[in-house]
C-alpha cells in the first residue's frame, strides 16, 4: 500500500533562515507527488507538484522540492523564510485517483 | 478563477441534529471529496465520487453519508451529529484520472467547514 510519511510535526525557524520540511513517500508504481500549504482557517493550496522529468521543482512563494527516486523522498526547501510562510504542510501522493496525504508538517516562522 | 465553495464557514449544531455539508465546484471536475482534518491526523478521507450518483468510502465513513445528484455538487451529511464529529472538514476536487495528462493534477480545495457539535 502506498503512503506518505512526513518526518517532522512542528519545525520552528528563525525569520530570513533557511528550511526544509521532510517527507518520504511509499510506492511499488509510479507516483505524482504535490506539497500543499494550509494558512490559518483556509483550505489547501497547491505549492508545487512532481510529475516527471526535472528532479527539482520549483513552485510559488520561493519555494522549492527535489524528488530523489533512491531515498524516495520529496523534501520542501526554501531559502529564507518569511513570516508569511508561518502554516501547515502538507506532502502528498498520487496514483490514478488516489490520493495519500501525509499528517502535516506546522512550519513556525519566528521574528 | 477556479473556486471549489463550501458553504459554511463555521457551524455549531447540537447532537442527535442531522447535519449537511455542502460543496459546489465550478470547474466541471469528475472527482469530489470529503475529508475531515484533525490535529495529529491530518486529513482522513471520508468519502469520494467519481461521477454523478456514484459514490465510494473512504477510510472513515462511518457516521457520514453523501449525496451527489449534480456533478458540482457533493454533500456531506452527518446523520446525527455527535460530539466527536467535531473537526475541520474540507472539500476537494479534481479532474477524473486512471492514465493519461491529466494524471498528475492535483486538488483544488474548498476553504474548509468547521463544525462544532455541543
Known amino acids: 500500500a502506498q503512503s506518505v510519511t512526513q518526518l517532522d510535526s512542528q519545525v520552528p525557524v528563525f525569520e530570513e533562515a533557511p528550511v526544509e520540511l521532510r517527507c518520504n513517500y511509499s510506492?511499488?508504481?509510479?507516483?505524482?507527488l504535490f506539497w500543499y500549504v494550509q494558512y490559518p482557517n483556509q483550505g489547501l493550496q497547491l505549492l508545487l507538484k512532481y510529475l516527471s522529468g526535472s528532479t527539482l521543482v520549483k513552485g510559488i512563494n520561493g519555494f522549492e522540492a527535489e524528488f530523489n527516486k533512491s531515498q524516495t523522498s520529496f523534501h520542501l526547501r526554501k531559502p529564507s523564510v518569511h513570516i508569511s510562510d508561518t502554516a501547515e504542510y502538507f506532502c502528498a501522493s498520487r496514483t490514478g485517483n488516489q490520493f495519500y496525504f501525509g499528517t502535516g508538517t506546522s512550519l513556525t516562522v519566528i521574528p | 478563477d477556479v473556486k471549489v465553495t463550501q458553504s459554511s464557514r463555521y457551524l455549531v449544531k447540537r447532537t442527535g441534529e442531522k447535519v449537511f455539508l455542502e460543496c459546489v465546484q465550478d470547474?466541471?471536475?469528475?472527482?469530489m471529496f470529503w475529508y475531515r482534518q484533525d490535529p495529529g491526523l491530518g486529513l482522513r478521507l471520508i468519502y469520494f465520487?467519481?461521477?454523478?450518483?456514484?459514490?465510494e468510502k473512504g477510510d472513515i465513513p462511518e457516521g457520514y453519508s453523501v449525496s451527489r445528484e449534480k456533478k458540482e455538487r457533493f454533500s456531506l451529511i452527518l446523520e446525527s451529529a455527535s460530539t466527536n464529529q467535531t473537526s475541520m472538514y474540507l472539500c476537494?476536487?479534481?479532474?477524473?484520472?486512471?492514465?493519461?495528462?491529466?494524471?498528475?493534477?492535483?486538488?483544488?480545495f474548498g476553504s474548509g467547514t468547521r463544525l462544532t457539535v455541543v
Open positions: 465520487s467519481y461521477d454523478v450518483k456514484m459514490k
Open positions: 510506492s511499488s508504481v509510479s507516483v505524482y
Open positions: 470547474m466541471d471536475h469528475e472527482n
Open positions: 476537494a476536487s479534481s479532474l477524473v484520472s486512471w492514465t493519461g495528462p491529466t494524471s498528475g493534477y492535483g486538488y483544488t
